[in-house]
């Protein structure tokens, strides 16, 4: 399937995710941090954090239900047999904390071949209640063969 | 820290279930993460295989620690995935300071190896001063 440049640009809607603070130590113990930033408040606050602070990666999981559907979308027409994922960035901005609101919406960033292969490059913003951007995430997936 | 220092070597052995609590903890189930028998009849792949992102958090990790564990210092950091990882298999993430900016933000290169092959590669991360 062609590529429909004309796409690039497509954005799509934000979507909430409030993160608490078994979420955040179930990641951090999944993945192996261990400082006790991100599992107890009292260490967290010691260290200048309003509560319990996400680990970076951990925009993964707020930034998920908002990917999501840029991934899927049948007007992009990802092929998911030959599909993987080539590619990630995070620039980080504000700390994420127990309690926050994040708000992230996805957009179509790139799309284009090389070598043969097709490139679907999404971007996700993030923002937090005070409208205070996050993270920034740059996803590029790889389509072998076209 | 200076342009050609090393970094702090990062070790970790995922087990056999690390697959399935990071699904957990992540969201992301698709099968050839924690099915080994769909990884292997239906995706073909030798077993299932560790999520990628599950890999980067562990760049992440590094790159923090190179940071002096504070994760506000870490400003950003890209990956190329490329092989596969796998569970129960010692993985090595090392990393070399390529240059330091002038507001003192140290930029690293970072690898995740595991039985020889990158898993993760090209990988940088950028490093607010202390």
């Given amino acids: 399937m062609a590529l429909d440049r004309s796409k690039i640009g497509k954005t799509y809607a934000p979507v909430d995710y409030e993160v608490g603070r078994e979420k955040i130590r179930e990641y951090a113990n999944a993945v192996g941090e261990a400082n006790p930033i991100h599992h107890d408040r009292e260490a967290a606050r010691a260290a200048g954090f309003r509560d319990v602070v996400a680990p970076p990666m951990f925009a993964v999981v707020y930034s998920a239900p908002a990917i999501a559907p840029a991934f899927f979308d049948g007007e992009i027409g990802m092929n998911f047999a030959r599909m993987v994922h080539g590619g990630q960035e995070f620039a980080w901005s504000e700390p994420v904390c127990c309690g926050d609101v994040i708000t992230t919406q996805a957009s179509v960033k ?5 070598a043969g292969n097709e490139f ?3 971007e996700t913003v993030s923002t937090n209640q005070d409208g205070a951007e996050v993270v920034r995430g740059t996803w590029t997936a790889i389509v072998r063969g076209g | 820290m200076q342009a050609g220092d090393a ?4 070790k970790v052995t995922p087990d056999r279930w690390l697959p399935h609590r990071y699904a957990g903890a992540s969201g992301d189930f698709n099968p050839i993460h924690i099915d080994p028998e769909f990884a292997k009849n239906t995706a073909g ?7 990628g992102l599950w890999t980067m958090a562990q760049v992440a990790r590094a790159a923090t620690q190179a940071g002096g564990g504070d994760p506000r210092r870490l400003r950003r950091l890209s990956v190329q995935f490329r092989g596969m990882g796998f569970p129960e298999k010692e993985i090595t993430v090392s990393g070399t300071v390529s ?3 002038d507001d003192g933000t140290v930029v690293v290169d970072l690898v995740a190896e595991q039985d020889g092959k990158q898993i993760v590669r090209n990988a940088e991360a950028e490093i607010a001063a202390g």
């Fill in chain 1, 110 to 114: 790139d799309l284009y071949e090389r």
């Fill in chain 2, 99 to 101: 240059r330091v900016e």
């Fill in chain 2, 45 to 51: 792949l030798p077993g299932n295989i560790l999520h």
């Fill in chain 1, 120 to 122: 679907f490059v999404f």
């Fill in chain 2, 7 to 10: 970094i702090p070597e990062l």
